[in-house]
């Protein structure tokens, strides 16, 4: 690891105990090495949305395999990451690969946590973050970013906010055995490092479009969200409260003229976490 991804581990720990992992010890391997002791996981919120079991764990909604995770669970699991968010962007601090497979959680010895971790792409200045070469993983990136435009200092400096809203909608639109059954082109997320790399991958990100949460169009009628599976349109109903904040942040129109941080989209949070949904309402931190 290097020196600057042990440091912003540390920084962003302590803003944010509870939302990022913890380093246990640090030690330097040589000049340029460094070795960091962190904090063992259950594992990462990508497998947990496979496993209803610790899914109930969240909070006792009957998830079930092979069936859309209750919303209520899922506002469960990303409380911790989206204040943990706020708290780092307050502090000048950009992850900069949020995703499930960089959320880890930890069901053991007490109320489950979600955390987050991997800083190896993270910046922590404005300054580190217009200088940095442009990264990201194509599947939770705004489609303004990956056509070329990625160079505005608002899309750069709230790309976090895009990454954990559009890992948000990968849970609400997450189905059993969707991995297994879609084309291996879907699953690709290839970390983009450079425009060239980019421009290479053109056609596999215009099937992403096709295929992803890119193309979701969230319906005009209530509650509703619509995505692309297997060839088709699925709909499953969710709260009007996340289909503002989807609406908000992943339809480009809205979006790309006005990149939200976390600070803007509050009320829509807030609205969601006191949202009476199945169980009723949970959250109190947002
Ligand atoms: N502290 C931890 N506890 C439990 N699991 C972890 C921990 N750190 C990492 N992992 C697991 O290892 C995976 C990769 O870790 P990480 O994201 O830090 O590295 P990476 O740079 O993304 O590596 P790669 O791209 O090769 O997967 C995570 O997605 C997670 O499943
Ligand atoms: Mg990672």
Redesign the pocket.
């Known amino acids: 690891m290097f020196y600057r991804e042990v440091l912003i581990t540390i920084a962003a720990h302590s803003l944010a105990p509870r939302g990022v ?1 913890r380093p246990v010890d640090i030690y330097l391997d040589d000049p340029d090495h460094w070795i960091i002791v ?7 919120v ?2 947990l949305l496979e496993d209803p079991d610790t899914l109930n764990k969240f909070h006792q909604a009957g998830a079930v395999a092979g069936r859309p995770i209750p919303e209520i669970i899922i506002r469960e699991i990303y409380a911790q990451p989206i204040m943990a968010i706020y708290l780092m962007n307050k502090a000048h601090i950009t992850h900069r690969d949020i995703k499930n ?2 959320l ?1 959680y930890s069901c053991s010895g007490g109320p489950c946590r979600v955390m987050i ?2 800083f ?1 792409f993270s910046t922590l200045t404005d300054a580190e973050l217009m200088t940095e070469p442009f990264c990201g993983t194509p599947y939770v990136l705004p489609l303004c970013m990956l056509n070329g435009s990625y160079g505005n200092r608002n899309h750069r400096r709230t790309m976090d906010v895009y990454g954990i809203i559009s890992s948000i909608h990968v849970a609400a639109s997450y189905e059993g055995k969707l991995k297994a059954s879609t084309p291996e082109k879907l699953t690709d997320s290839t ?1 983009l490092v450079s425009k060239k790399e980019m421009s290479s991958k053109a056609s596999v990100l215009e099937e992403k479009e096709k295929m992803s949460f890119l193309s979701t169009v969230v319906q005009k009628g209530k509650g509703v969200l619509r995505y692309w599976k297997g060839g088709a349109f699925v709909k499953r109903p969710i709260s009007d409260e996340l289909k503002a904040i989807f609406k908000a942040v992943l339809i480009q129109e809205n979006w790309e003229p006005n990149p939200k941080t976390i600070g803007q989209l509050i009320p829509l949070l807030h609205s969601w976490a006191h949202a009476p949904l199945l169980g009723g309402p949970l959250l109190t931190s947002l």
């Open positions: 992992i962190m904090e063992k996981a259950d594992g990462d990508s497998h497979e960089n880890l971790a991997d190896g970390t």
